[in-house]
Nanobody, 126 residues
Framework: QVQLVESGGGLVQAGGSLRLSCAAS????????MAWFRQAPGKEREFVAA????????YYADSVKGRFTISRENAKNTVYLQMNSLKPEDTAVYYC???????????????????WGQGTQVTVSS
């Protein structure tokens, strides 16, 4: 089992950048595929990015491709989401999620991930 804690959210102007972090407890973080999701007010939670546990393969939602980068640092039990060229429509609560030894065959589905953080708010002003 792993516990996830996000940080790094905040208020930023459009065009700015933020880096979110998700720190995981436990000794087996390197075996977890990790993902970021977000949920805007009045909307369903949506997939943002994912990174596979064994080879670092990444996946992105079309809406963030080229602007966001997911990465991980296993030595620090941390996954990151670097967000550049932020837009007001990126405003949401951002969550990290994880599943052990997962191939990411359905990386976009939030029901696949058993472990979730509490979320961090990102607000982009126009």
């Amino acid at each position: 089992q792993v516990q996830l804690v996000e940080s790094g959210g905040g208020l930023v102007q459009a065009g700015g950048s933020l880096r979110l972090s998700c720190a995981a407890s436990g000794r087996t973080f390197s075996s977890y595929s990790m993902a970021w999701f977000r949920q805007a007010p009045g909307k369903e939670r949506e997939f943002v990015a994912a990174i596979r546990w064994n080879d670092g393969t990444t996946y992105y939602a079309d809406s963030v491709k080229g602007r966001f980068t997911i990465s991980r640092e296993n030595a620090k039990n941390t996954v990151y989401l670097q967000m550049n060229s932020l837009k007001p429509e990126d405003t949401a609560v951002y969550y990290c999620a994880g599943r052990s030894y997962y191939s990411l065959s359905k990386y976009y589905s939030d029901s696949i991930y058993p472990y979730w953080g509490q979320g961090t708010q990102v607000t982009v002003s126009s």
